[in-house]
């Protein structure tokens, strides 16, 4: 396999940033992953505006034209023979001597790019059966709407639910209502059929998939309503699922203890997944 680190190709074994990078250090980074889709990049003017929006938030520039970071983005896909899977890219306001201070405007920033295949037939099977999420206490900070690489608190969460059996996390507020997953987007169907989820004006990163599904669920003439529910409705709804990149929509057949539904994925969450990609771009 291949990397893109700073201006070269390298075999990712060898792929490899400075000591003092600064998103080694601090996390000041941030981050995009891209599903690959028959050789395409789903939603890639999406994910590319989110990417922009993110660094602006923490002043850090582009690092490079982002006509050529698609070329980028391309070229890794090619080297690395992905026509299903995902691309990652990240940029950090690069390396400098420690300092909290931001260094000189000169600094350039580093932009890593890795790309893998994946199975979509195993993804597929794993949406078939659903999967169980656990509530935890949403200890992030406040700055979630940025995609940064200070994921710890999400590191720590997701692994807690590994130790307990199921593949996501789904973090709640101080008032018990659900923000989003550990690296995903939640959403629960009322007994109404009506698509909630968070609105993204706080709490919660303003997923892609989650934008483009909501685009998609109204096209197909659903309700949806960007409204915050809490554990308690999310674990007597009809449904539930998660959106991200990599999962597209994932139904949720339990949530701590509770299952949900009849246990087997929701009608909605089964056919808001098998229209995605004809609205995605
Ligand atoms: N995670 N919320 C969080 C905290 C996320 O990390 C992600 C994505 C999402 C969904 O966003 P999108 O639909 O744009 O992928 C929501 C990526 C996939 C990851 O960290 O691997």
Redesign the pocket.
Known sequence: RIAYVNGVYVPLRDASVHVEDRGFQFADSVYE?CEVRDGALVDETR?MG?LKRSLSELSIRMPMAENALKVVLRETLRRNRVVNGMVYFQVSRGAAKRDFLFPSPDTPPTLVVIARSLDRAKGDAGAASGIAVITLPDNRWER?DI?STG?LP?VLAKQKARQQGAKEVWFFDEQGYVT??????AWIVTAENTLLTRPAESG??R????TTLMDLARRDNMVVTERAFTVAEAKAAKEAFV????NVVMPVVKIDDTVIGDGTPGALARKLRAHFHSVAE
């Open positions: 992953v994910h989110r979630v995609k994921l999400n989003e997953g550990g690296s995903s987007n919660i990163l997923g892609i998939t989650r959106t991200s990149a990599t």
